[in-house]
Each structure stands twice: as structure tokens, then as C-alpha cells.
């Protein structure tokens, strides 16, 4: 199976965390994985996004053109990506910060109200775990266990004061599906 991932959101929301993420617990679980950041312009308030591929088989290459998931954590990026997705692809949407549909019916809409809960949580920054939580529950291509080890590891360097909170916002995102 063959997990094509595009997340996107203003610079700043935790996109290029959250593929990492994803890329390294794909590699604790001994899957084929790459992350490819776009950086540039987007930093100073556009859409940030990176894609992520996990899958079962060797991967030829890291471009995404057709992702089978979306993560739009705000309105520019929903209408940027949603457009590429699959035929019934899976669209995850910030329905905090998206406050309208998008412009495809055949896509399975899943909406996450990850700064709500962020803020329910007492740090804003955090909306990426929940929306991450959300992504890993409903799609299953990784273990949950997989991703806070992912966590700890990238936490514990530089801000280990973060992976409880950073824990408990995962798991939230998780009971939300």
C-alpha cells in the first residue's frame, strides 16, 4: 500500500514537523518513506507544504503530483491542494481555520477542529499533533506507538518540555475519529 500525503498551511503551523514525522515512524516500522519540504516565499505567510510517501515498496520518486491525502490546516491551502487529490481521496481539513467547503464532492472530507483544541490545550502551536492524531487514526498506515516514538525523538533533543503536552494533543486527535 502506497500513502501519498500533501500538508499544507501557513508557514509556521507545523507542516514540515508533522512530515517528519510521519517519515520517521515510517522508517521505525521498516517502510519505504520520503519527505519533501517546499520552502521559499510561502514562509512569509503563504501556503508552507511538504509531501510525504509511505509505502510498502520502493518509492521512484518523492514528487507527489496525485495525492491520495490532503492536511489543509487553512483556506489557501485547501484550494491549492484539494484540486490534485484522487477520485475519493481523503482531505483533512483545520475546520477551525476553513470555513467553507471545497470545491470537489468526490473527496471524503474530514474535519478536524485542531486550534480549537490546541487552544483547549493551552498552546495554539500543537494544532499540527491533533491534526496529525486525526490523519494517523483515520487512515491506520502507521502505529500510534510509532508516532509518539517519533515524537520523543524529535522532542527530546531540543524542546523535551514539549512532548507531554505534544503526547496529549496526539491522543487527542486520535479520539476525535
Not at 511538504?50 to 484550494?79: F, H, Q, R
Not at 494544532?127 to 522532542?155: F, P, R, V
Amino acid at each position: 500500500m502506497t500513502n501519498k500525503l500533501i500538508a499544507a498551511g501557513f508557514g509556521g503551523q507545523g507542516m514540515m514537523l508533522l512530515g517528519q514525522l510521519i517519515a520517521y515512524a515510517g522508517m521505525l516500522e521498516g517502510k519505504h518513506v520520503t519527505w519533501l519540504p517546499s520552502y521559499g516565499p510561502e514562509m512569509r505567510g503563504g501556503t508552507a507544504n511538504c509531501t510525504v510517501i509511505v509505502s510498502d515498496k520502493p518509492i521512484g520518486s518523492p514528487v507527489v503530483a496525485t495525492p491520495t491525502e490532503v492536511i489543509a490546516m487553512n483556506i489557501p491551502s485547501m484550494l491549492k491542494f484539494s484540486p490534485a487529490l484522487v477520485e475519493n481521496g481523503k482531505l483533512f481539513l483545520n475546520s477551525s481555520m476553513i470555513d467553507r467547503e471545497p470545491p470537489r464532492t468526490d473527496l471524503e472530507i474530514i474535519k478536524v477542529p485542531a486550534n480549537e483544541i490546541a487552544d483547549e490545550l493551552g498552546n495554539l502551536m500543537v494544532a499540527n499533533i491533533i491534526m496529525l492524531g486525526a490523519y494517523i487514526k483515520k487512515t491506520g498506515i502507521l502505529s500510534q506507538d510509532s508516532i509518539k516514538s517519533a515524537l520523543e525523538h524529535k522532542l527530546m533533543r531540543k524542546k523535551k518540555e514539549l512532548l507531554e503536552l505534544d503526547i496529549k494533543a496526539f491522543e487527542r486527535g486520535t479520539a476525535l475519529l
